[in-house]
């Protein structure tokens, strides 16, 4: 952290148009296996803190590209869609050692510690929101564009099983979930602007509405239901019990709110579930802690998903 505060402090002055910039400190912000967040205060600028967004040369969620994901949120800046400002993009990595970003600072709790600050409803209807973009405003050289619902899914699939095999995992239920889910790609579905990651994490609320959404490396054009099937296989790992995929609560409400069906929704359970339990697999070899869900939990959850598809 002190090795780069000094060069990042000359750079605001020299090319970030802060030429009274002070970096007062630097700490980190809990982002999980995403890029490097730092949350930079400042004297002698404009605003009192920014966040310094660097890109991971490597990790769960790799290829990494953070000036993607700044020109994602530049696309969406004055849409239904809070996000944070974007102050610069630098993709000259020989300034701090990697590409980055800088990003507003958003003074809000995320949803996960919000309290009596955060709604649901408000949740739900966002999401719907994200999907509900058009998503031509985004450069197809930003966000490459799928000619059909399939590809897209297919694309998904084939990303995470790179992943896989970037950190040699071995195993046989996680070779059977890409198997399966390979043979069983549904052929229905809309291409909607999926945020990737629609964790309760990454939607910062006050006063009971979402005031911005963070966190979109992993933003794709895709089929919708994969991000509900995120937070339908989550909801299980937190003490869900397993159903109908589309009777899920949070499945139901989004239906309710957006007016899509969520009919084969258990496809994109298994494929959440068969992703959440390689990031488990891939968390504890590459660092010194374990997430929150247990791999048992998570391996058990693919096995009952990889069952309702197969």
Same mark, same amino acid.
């Given at each position: 952290?002190?090795?780069?505060?000094?060069?990042?402090?000359?750079?605001?002055?020299?090319?970030?148009?802060?030429?009274?910039?002070?970096?007062?400190?630097?700490?980190?912000?809990?982002?999980?296996?995403?890029?490097?967040?730092?949350?930079?205060?400042?004297?002698?600028? $404009?605003?009192? /803190?920014? +966040?310094?967004?660097?890109?991971? !040369?490597?990790?769960?969620?790799? &290829?990494? @590209? %953070?000036?993607?994901?700044?020109?994602?949120?530049?696309?969406?800046?004055?849409?239904?869609?809070?996000?944070?400002?974007?102050?610069?993009?630098?993709?000259?990595?020989?300034?701090?050692?990697?590409?980055?970003?800088?990003?507003?600072?958003?003074?809000?709790?995320?949803?996960?510690?919000?309290?009596?600050?955060?709604?649901?409803? $408000?949740?739900? /209807?966002? +999401?719907?929101?994200?999907?509900? !973009?058009?998503?031509?405003?985004? &450069?197809? @050289? %930003?966000?490459?564009?799928?000619?059909?619902?399939?590809?897209?899914?297919?694309?998904?699939?084939?990303?995470?099983?790179?992943?896989?095999?970037?950190?040699?995992?071995?195993?046989?239920?996680?070779?059977?979930?890409?198997?399966?889910?390979?043979?069983?790609?549904?052929?229905?579905?809309?291409?909607?602007?999926?945020?990737?990651?629609?964790?309760?994490?990454?939607?910062?609320?006050?006063?009971? !509405?979402?005031?911005?959404?963070?966190?979109?490396?992993?933003?794709?054009?895709?089929?919708?239901?994969?991000?509900?099937?995120?937070?339908?296989?989550?909801?299980?790992?937190?003490?869900?019990?397993?159903?109908?995929?589309?009777?899920?609560?949070?499945?139901?409400?989004?239906?309710?709110?957006?007016?899509?069906?969520?009919?084969?929704?258990?496809?994109?359970?298994?494929?959440?579930?068969?992703?959440?339990?390689?990031?488990?697999?891939?968390?504890?070899?590459?660092?010194?802690?374990?997430?929150?869900?247990?791999?048992?939990?998570?391996?058990?959850?693919?096995?009952?998903?990889?069952?309702?598809?197969?």
């Amino acid at each position: 952290m002190r090795d780069i505060q000094p060069r990042f402090e000359t750079w605001l002055r020299q090319e970030g148009e802060m030429p009274r910039a002070v970096v007062t400190s630097m700490a980190p912000v809990e982002g999980g296996a995403s890029n490097v967040t730092l949350r930079v205060e400042l004297e002698g600028a $404009a605003v009192p /803190a920014v +966040v310094l967004r660097l890109q991971r !040369e490597t990790g769960i969620f790799q &290829p990494y @590209d %953070v000036a993607r994901e700044g020109e994602i949120l530049r696309a969406l800046a004055n849409t239904a869609v809070p996000v944070p400002g974007v102050l610069a993009i630098e993709r000259n990595a020989t300034v701090l050692g990697a590409p980055f970003v800088v990003l507003e600072w958003v003074d809000a709790p995320h949803m996960g510690v919000a309290g009596g600050e955060a709604d649901f409803g $408000a949740f739900t /209807a966002m +999401v719907a929101a994200i999907h509900n !973009e058009d998503w031509r405003r985004i &450069p197809p @050289d %930003v966000l490459p564009r799928p000619t059909t619902v399939a590809e897209a899914t297919r694309t998904e699939v084939a990303l995470v099983a790179a992943r896989i095999d970037a950190f040699g995992l071995q195993s046989p239920l996680l070779d059977r979930g890409h198997e399966l889910l390979q043979e069983h790609i549904p052929s229905d579905g809309e291409l909607c602007l999926c945020q990737g990651d629609v964790n309760v994490f990454n939607f910062l609320f006050r006063e009971r !509405e979402v005031v911005a959404v963070v966190d979109w490396e992993q933003a794709h054009i895709g089929d919708p239901r994969s991000d509900i099937g995120q937070l339908v296989a989550l909801s299980h790992l937190k003490g869900a019990p397993f159903g109908e995929a589309r009777e899920m609560p949070f499945a139901r409400a989004y239906e309710a709110v957006s007016g899509r069906s969520m009919a084969g929704l258990e496809y994109f359970r298994a494929l959440w579930a068969w992703q959440l339990s390689f990031i488990y697999r891939a968390w504890v070899a590459s660092n010194d802690s374990a997430p929150w869900y247990t791999g048992d939990e998570a391996d058990s959850l693919l096995d009952r998903c990889l069952a309702e598809i197969g």
